[in-house]
């Protein structure tokens, strides 16, 4: 594990248990559940979504809840000393393991196939 996500282990916790509690409401079984977050050049501004992979089928979590806003947010205050990141890949396996992803290129915010 890198040092930074090290140093964010609890924020990193608190936001997959977030994003579980998300798909949870959606009553779908799930075999995957994908978080992407990018934060502007100047990390006052984020776009996230959350997908759920059931089946065939890929789900968007229509409502994330400010719970996941409000973790998201914590994460990017940078008052830890870690590296500043631009955005965050986070997926979590029906076994509830979790691979988590930093970009730390600044220009990830303005991605277009972000929005695919």
């Known amino acids: 594990m890198s040092d930074t996500l090290l140093a964010l282990r609890d924020e990193l916790r608190a936001l997959s248990l977030e994003v579980l509690a998300a798909a949870a409401l959606t009553g779908q079984k799930w075999q995957t559940i994908e978080l992407d977050a990018r934060y502007s050049a100047d990390r006052t501004v984020f776009s996230h979504?959350?997908?759920?992979?059931?089946?065939?089928?890929?789900?968007?979590?229509?409502?994330?809840?400010?719970?996941?806003?409000?973790?998201?947010?914590?994460?990017?205050?940078?008052?830890?000393?870690?590296?500043?990141?631009?955005?965050?890949?986070?997926?979590?396996k029906a076994d509830k393991s979790v691979d988590v992803k930093l970009d730390y290129d600044p220009a990830c915010f303005e991605d277009p196939s972000f929005y695919d």
Not at 51 to 59: D, N, P, T, V
Not at 64 to 88: A, H, M, Q, Y
């Open 49 to 92: 979504k959350v997908e759920i992979i059931a089946g065939k089928k890929k789900l968007s979590a229509k409502t994330i809840s400010t719970k996941i806003s409000e973790c998201l947010t914590t994460l990017v205050r940078n008052d830890r000393g870690v590296d500043p990141f631009f955005g965050i890949k986070m997926i979590i």
